[in-house]
Nanobody, 117 residues
Framework: VQLQASGGGLVQAGGSLRLSCAAS????????LGWYRRAPGKERELVAG???????NYADSVKGRFTISRDNAKNTVYLQMNSLKPEDTAVYYC????????????WGRGTLVTVSS
């Protein structure tokens, strides 16, 4: 499984970006998906997740600002990021886990998001 993230860039505080992550897998609809991020000098953290059922979860720091969604027809997961803050600056990664084998994790290459103040 290959995951390709895109959509990162430089944005001013208060702005928006939408990240995309396309997966090369025929069973995409049966995968649980997530967006993580690693800020400079910090550990990687979960930003948002969406299960194959469509159930979503978010880190407290992004609730109300970020929205995760998926398009199974396009094998793509999205992260809409609004009201961005400088502390959202990080490399963002997507991952995928088959719901029948959650111990298997696929990671995409990260995409850098920089929020200027």
């Amino acid at each position: 499984v290959q995951l390709q993230a895109s959509g990162g860039g430089l944005v001013q505080a208060g702005g928006s970006l939408r990240l995309s992550c396309a997966a090369s897998v025929s069973t995409f609809s049966s995968h649980n998906l997530g967006w993580y991020r690693r800020a400079p000098g910090k550990e990687r953290e979960l930003v948002a997740g969406i299960r194959s059922s469509g159930t979503t979860n978010y880190a407290d720091s992004v609730k109300g600002r970020f929205t995760i969604s998926r398009d199974n027809a396009k094998n793509t997961v999205y992260l809409q990021m609004n009201s961005l803050k400088p502390e959202d600056t990080a490399v963002y990664y997507c991952n995928s886990r088959p719901n029948w084998n959650p111990g298997t994790i696929y990671w995409g290459r990260g995409t850098l998001v920089t929020v200027s103040s």
